[in-house]
């Protein structure tokens, strides 16, 4: 009786795997089914890292468009307070003169109402129109049939020939624009390739799984066959819990290959940013991959380590950048020099009031201002020469990170070559299990798991083939080199 008990107790073990098996393949019935290159372009638009760069490109592209609203026509209506009854601006009399005598003009006696329209041009144009009407005026048909007091002024900078601000601001920002695409170009490719290095494990490990249950299966078949003999007495108690050994073992193998397979794939779901209900079917044959595998072989990088390097110093984007920034640099450092140089501004004006016009220069220059601008100097060009170090950093790690990925190319191709002759020798074992099995030397339980043995060494092999494959595209990604 204990006998049967244990017996359907390891049934319902194996049961209840297969059932926890179909009910993860069962959800996936009902979720809509992506291909891989689906998967691989939605990746490198949803992923988590993706989106904060994207994020860092529109946060600079609302600054510069930000920025082009300086130039746009801006027009102002203010009204001085108008109060009912008699009203007066208090003037300063200290800031008229000596004597306290009152010498405010006339216009700035009371309250008015008026409207300023201006413009800027990026060529450092600064146009000005002001209308406005005092308050008493609202009331004299004379003063309003005159029509409201206008003037009209322009201003151009001569000298020193600068950017204006919002020009200055434009450049360093769209300076930032083009390192962040870059890096977002980049980080693309590099996003795409480590989605494609974890599907290739994945499907090892969907063999691998396989080959688990497998193995489970042919345990809990040994344990059966074990019972049946006990119960005519070919066996004894060693040999039952021997299999029930080799059972529980390859129930452990088989739970730990289906949890971290379960793991790795939602791991890579989640990196892949993909929605809920979402499926990317595990298939070594599609076309697509047979399209990327065929492009990568076909790929001759059998350049000497200098030649690499050129490559990869002319693609590498935080060079790139680190030039952007550089530049940036230098300008902010040539601007802040030239500001510090007289100026000499033109302009004009024009009033309706008296019908007047005028043209003329004005000059000014700060002979002392307390040390600033030295200050500012010595900050832009430290701001210089830190960038120029990071260049010289970069093309350092550049180097040490190019090396690396060369040698484990190497390390990849000895690594199959080891692979191939495992696989080769356990090809040649499986053709002499098979004459034993013939021959009655081996029974049938023994070469089924021989037969586990050889599949497991074909999964090395490829596992091999998509390092080098992995590796490859590294490479060639360094180097600028894309599909």
Same mark, same amino acid.
């Given at each position: 009786?204990?006998?049967?008990?244990?017996?359907?107790?390891?049934?319902?073990?194996?049961?209840?795997?297969?059932?926890?098996?179909?009910?993860?393949?069962?959800?996936?019935?009902?979720?809509?089914?992506?291909?891989?290159?689906?998967?691989?372009?939605?990746?490198?638009?949803?992923?988590?890292?993706? #989106?904060?760069?994207?994020?860092?490109?529109?946060?600079?592209?609302?600054?510069?468009?930000?920025?082009?609203?300086?130039?746009?026509?801006?027009?102002?209506?203010?009204?001085?307070?108008? @109060?009912?009854?008699?009203?007066?601006?208090?003037?300063?009399?200290?800031?008229?003169?000596?004597?306290?005598?009152?010498?405010?003009?006339?216009?700035?006696?009371?309250?008015?109402?008026?409207?300023?329209?201006?413009?800027?041009?990026?060529?450092?144009?600064?146009?000005?129109? /002001?209308?406005?009407?005092? =308050?008493?005026?609202?009331?004299?048909?004379?003063?309003?049939? *005159?029509?409201?007091?206008?003037?009209?002024?322009?201003?151009?900078?001569?000298?020193?020939?600068?950017?204006?601000?919002?020009?200055?601001? #434009?450049?360093?920002?769209?300076?930032?624009?083009?390192?962040?695409?870059?890096?977002?170009?980049?980080? %693309?490719?590099?996003? #795409? @390739?480590?989605?494609?290095?974890?599907?290739?494990?994945?499907?090892?490990?969907?063999?691998?799984?396989?080959?688990?249950?497998?193995?489970?299966?042919? $345990?809990?078949?040994?344990?059966? #066959?074990?019972?049946?003999? @006990?119960?005519?007495?070919?066996?004894?108690?060693?040999?039952?819990?021997?299999?029930?050994?080799?059972?529980?073992?390859?129930?452990?193998?088989?739970?730990? $290959?289906?949890?971290?397979?379960?793991?790795?794939?939602?791991?890579?779901?989640?990196?892949?940013?993909?929605?809920? /209900?979402?499926?990317?079917?595990?298939?070594?044959?599609?076309?697509?991959?047979?399209?990327?595998?065929?492009?990568?072989?076909?790929?001759?990088?059998?350049?000497?380590? =200098?030649?690499?390097?050129?490559?990869?110093?002319?693609?590498?984007?935080?060079?790139?950048?680190?030039?952007?920034?550089?530049?940036? $640099?230098?300008?902010?450092?040539?601007?802040?020099?030239?500001?510090?140089?007289?100026?000499?501004?033109?302009?004009?004006?024009?009033?309706?009031?008296?019908?007047?016009?005028?043209?003329?220069?004005?000059?000014?220059?700060? @002979?002392?201002?307390?040390?600033?601008?030295?200050? /500012?100097?010595?900050?832009?060009?430290?701001?210089?020469?830190?960038?120029?170090?990071?260049?010289?950093?970069?093309?350092?790690?550049?180097?040490? *990170?190019?090396?690396?990925?060369?040698?484990?190319? *190497?390390?990849?191709?000895?690594?199959? =070559?080891?692979?191939?002759?495992?696989? =080769?020798?356990?090809?040649?074992?499986?053709?002499?299990?098979?004459? %034993?099995?013939?021959?009655?030397?081996?029974?049938?339980?023994?070469?089924?798991?021989?037969?586990?043995?050889?599949? /497991? $060494?074909?999964?090395?092999?490829?596992?091999?083939?998509?390092?080098?494959?992995?590796?490859?595209?590294?490479?060639?990604?360094?180097?600028?080199?894309?599909?």
């Amino acid at each position: 009786m204990n006998r049967r008990i244990r017996k359907n107790n390891s049934f319902f073990i194996l049961c209840l795997i297969i059932f926890t098996s179909f009910i993860f393949t069962g959800e996936n019935v009902q979720a809509k089914e992506i291909s891989l290159e689906e998967a691989l372009n939605w990746g490198i638009e949803n992923n988590s890292s993706i #989106k904060e760069i994207k994020d860092s490109i529109e946060t600079i592209e609302r600054s510069l468009n930000l920025v082009d609203t300086e130039y746009g026509f801006k027009t102002k209506l203010s009204a001085n307070p108008i @109060i009912a009854g008699g009203f007066e601006r208090q003037t300063d009399d200290s800031s008229n003169g000596d004597d306290g005598e009152d010498t405010s003009s006339e216009s700035n006696n009371g309250p008015e109402i008026s409207m300023k329209t201006t413009k800027l041009f990026s060529n450092g144009i600064f146009l000005q129109s /002001e209308i406005s009407i005092k =308050e008493e005026d609202l009331f004299d048909l004379e003063k309003l049939s *005159e029509g409201p007091d206008s003037t009209f002024s322009a201003t151009k900078n001569l000298y020193p020939v600068i950017p204006i601000a919002p020009e200055q601001e #434009k450049y360093l920002a769209s300076n930032n624009l083009l390192k962040a695409r870059e890096n977002l170009t980049w980080q %693309q490719e590099y996003k #795409k @390739i480590e989605f494609l290095e974890s599907y290739f494990n994945l499907l090892s490990l969907q063999e691998r799984l396989s080959l688990t249950k497998t193995s489970f299966q042919y $345990a809990q078949d040994d344990l059966n #066959k074990i019972l049946q003999k @006990i119960e005519i007495g070919e066996a004894g108690e060693r040999q039952k819990i021997e299999a029930k050994i080799t059972l529980k073992k390859a129930e452990i193998n088989f739970l730990q $290959a289906q949890n971290t397979f379960f793991q790795q794939k939602n791991g890579w779901y989640l990196n892949l940013g993909l929605p809920e /209900e979402t499926e990317v079917p595990l298939v070594a044959d599609s076309p697509f991959l047979e399209e990327i595998i065929k492009w990568t072989e076909s790929l001759e990088l059998n350049l000497k380590e =200098e030649e690499l390097m050129e490559l990869a110093v002319d693609n590498y984007y935080k060079i790139k950048n680190n030039l952007l920034d550089q530049d940036s $640099a230098q300008k902010e450092a040539e601007w802040n020099l030239t500001k510090n140089k007289p100026q000499v501004d033109l302009f004009g004006v024009y009033s309706s009031k008296d019908n007047t016009w005028g043209v003329g220069v004005e000059l000014s220059y700060d @002979i002392f201002d307390g040390g600033k601008q030295k200050i /500012e100097d010595e900050g832009y060009q430290a701001k210089l020469e830190n960038s120029r170090d990071d260049y010289s950093q970069i093309i350092s790690e550049l180097k040490l *990170e190019l090396s690396d990925l060369i040698n484990q190319q *190497e390390i990849n191709n000895l690594n199959l =070559e080891e692979k191939l002759m495992s696989w =080769e020798k356990a090809k040649l074992e499986e053709e002499s299990y098979q004459i %034993q099995l013939q021959q009655g030397l081996i029974s049938d339980s023994e070469f089924q798991y021989r037969m586990l043995d050889w599949q /497991e $060494a074909e999964i090395d092999l490829k596992s091999a083939e998509n390092e080098i494959l992995i590796n490859k595209l590294r490479i060639a990604h360094f180097l600028g080199i894309r599909k």
